[in-house]
Structure formats: structure tokens, C-alpha cells
């Protein structure tokens, strides 16, 4: 079993800060890339940011320069730093691990529950 775990979730003023993380933990050999998502409702699920295991970062264009992904190799846990929030931000956020399984050898995809990040006055 693997389970990832988010955290730092909630409601934030326009302009405001947000820091997100995510824990894997379970039967994980290695992971390859970490990384955020987010959804609203009626739209498809779209990348927010991605680390690979070397460190190399991809952001979704309408968050650059506003948002930082990071990742704790030692820990399986990835971060979001989120600043200079705006209302188009607002949504249920998701972390997504890419890594090989240490029972069956297998690379999937597992996602995390979801946290919901509001921003609004």
C-alpha cells in the first residue's frame, strides 16, 4: 500500500500565502517525479507544478513567479510554496507521486485525497 497524505490546505486573502505539502509513505521503492495539481468543478484536472527526483521543476504558466515547488528526497514529501494568491487560484488542490511499488516492482501514478485552497476577501 501506498498513501500520500496533503496538508496546508485552507482560505487565503487575494495577495496572501499558502504553503502545501504532501507525505508518501508505504511500499515505495523509488519515486520518480512528485507533483501538484488542481480542479474545479466542471473543468478537467490541470498541472500546477512537477519536480522530477534530480530536481528539475515544470509550473503551469499562470502560476510562474508566484509559486515554488520543493522536495524533501529523504522524507518522500513535496511542497508548495504559494504566494501572491489569487481568486482564480481557488480549488481542490492534489498531489501526485510517480514511483515504482517495493511489493509488486510497478510504476504507477497515486494520488493524494485532495486539499481545498480558497482564496476570497
Known amino acids: 500500500q501506498v498513501h500520500l497524505v496533503e496538508s496546508g490546505g485552507g482560505l487565503a486573502q487575494p495577495g496572501g500565502s499558502l504553503r502545501l505539502s504532501c507525505a508518501a509513505s508505504?511500499?515505495?521503492?523509488?519515486?520518480?517525479?512528485m507533483g501538484w495539481y488542481r480542479q474545479v468543478p466542471g473543468k478537467q484536472r490541470e498541472l500546477v507544478a512537477d519536480?522530477?527526483?534530480?530536481?528539475?521543476?515544470n509550473y503551469a504558466d499562470s502560476v510562474k513567479g508566484r509559486f515554488t515547488i520543493s522536495r524533501d528526497n529523504a522524507k518522500n514529501t513535496v511542497y508548495l510554496e504559494m504566494n501572491s494568491l489569487k481568486p482564480e487560484d481557488t480549488a481542490v488542490y492534489y498531489c501526485?507521486?510517480?514511483?515504482?511499488?517495493?511489493?509488486?516492482?510497478?510504476?504507477?501514478?497515486?494520488w493524494g485525497q485532495g486539499t481545498q485552497v480558497t482564496v476570497s476577501s
Open positions: 501526485k507521486a510517480d514511483l515504482t511499488n517495493s511489493r509488486w516492482y510497478s510504476r504507477d501514478d497515486y
Open positions: 519536480v522530477t527526483s534530480g530536481g528539475r521543476t
Open positions: 508505504g511500499s515505495i521503492l523509488s519515486i520518480n517525479s
